[in-house]
């Protein structure tokens, strides 16, 4: 419970409030556990201008409007909602300890790691503009199919982009790589434009273009890969040992290797970075801790 709001510990806390830490959340409280959501208010959804492959909703949804719906959800069935920072998380005694950057603190029997990533963004003015009008996408799996034959761009150190312009070129015959390193010859990808390196990206309010050697080069949508910023910290501080790559491994039923009653979910944990798996991944952690949690038979009504 946080300082000064009673005593004794709520069954869950859940770290995080993007798609998984809130779909986590409304199963516990469907389960009859107390749960709270712990959210520094940073998910990767917000970004996201609108969603297609986000199932139910045939129309497309926003980020925003899917995390405020999720939250109405989550918080219809018991889960209180707390905007904070999690700074500290240590095991204490048979369940955990949380302090945020404030001072105050939770005990919770198990916990739901659900911090996601945050994208490393390129280094332009204007840059969520250009991510709200499409102009700039961070994943080619929920929305390349928006910008199928159309003028793409794919950006970052060479290794990463190569990578993924064999993705991309399912969707367009009009595909040029922008390496922030070197380039190299993409042996597999003949058609595939490789623009020079060393330049930088801009943005003029409708679209992207790779400024190189005095010429400026437009797209319709550029696709960064720039890598990304883990939070696996907090796993670490609780004793979990993180992989070589610094991921968060994870049991059936999504518990951390070697630490029971410590979960986690969504993209801190997983390779394919989608809503659908997020939510996926919170059943299976939720059910699971609930089955490890002490019963409570239901009272007579």
Do not use: K
Not at 137 to 150: F, H, I, K, Q, S
Not at 152 to 158: F, K, R
Not at 171 to 190: E, I, K, N, R
């Amino acid at each position: 419970m946080a300082r000064g709001t009673g005593s004794g510990r709520v069954d869950v806390a859940v770290v995080g409030g993007g798609p998984a830490g809130l779909t986590a959340a409304i199963y516990l409280g469907r389960l009859h556990r107390g749960c709270v959501v712990l959210d520094a208010g940073h998910s990767r959804a917000r970004w996201i201008p609108e969603s297609n492959n986000c199932p139910g909703f045939p129309g497309g949804i926003s980020g925003d409007a899917l995390l405020a719906r999720l939250r109405e959800q989550a918080a219809q069935f018991g889960a209180r909602l707390e905007r904070t920072t999690v700074t500290a998380l240590q095991r204490d005694g048979g369940g955990f300890r949380l302090e945020d950057g404030q001072g105050r603190t939770w005990q919770a029997r198990a916990v739901v790691l659900a911090t996601g990533l945050a994208d490393r963004l390129p280094p332009m003015e204007d840059v969520e503009a250009a991510i709200a009008c499409g102009a700039l996408r961070l994943c080619p799996v929920c929305d390349a199919y928006e910008v199928t034959g159309r003028r793409i761009g794919v950006h970052g150190p060479w290794a990463a982009i190569t990578a993924h312009a064999r993705f991309l070129r399912g969707y367009t015959a009009d595909l040029a790589l922008l390496p922030t390193d070197h380039a190299g010859q993409a042996d597999d990808l003949p058609d595939v434009e490789v623009l020079p390196p060393g330049g930088r990206l801009e943005f003029d309010g409708v679209h992207c273009a790779w400024v190189v050697d005095g010429r400026c080069h437009a797209f319709d949508t550029v696709y960064p890969f720039l890598g990304c910023d883990t939070s696996a910290a907090l796993a670490r501080q609780a004793g979990v040992v993180l992989t070589g790559t610094g991921e968060i491994p994870v049991e059936p039923g999504q518990q951390t290797t070697g630490v029971p009653g410590l979960y986690a979910i969504g993209d801190v944990v997983s390779g394919l970075n989608q809503i659908s798996v997020a939510v996926g991944q919170a059943a299976l952690a939720a059910l699971h801790l609930h089955a490890r949690l002490p019963f409570v038979p239901r009272a007579p009504d």
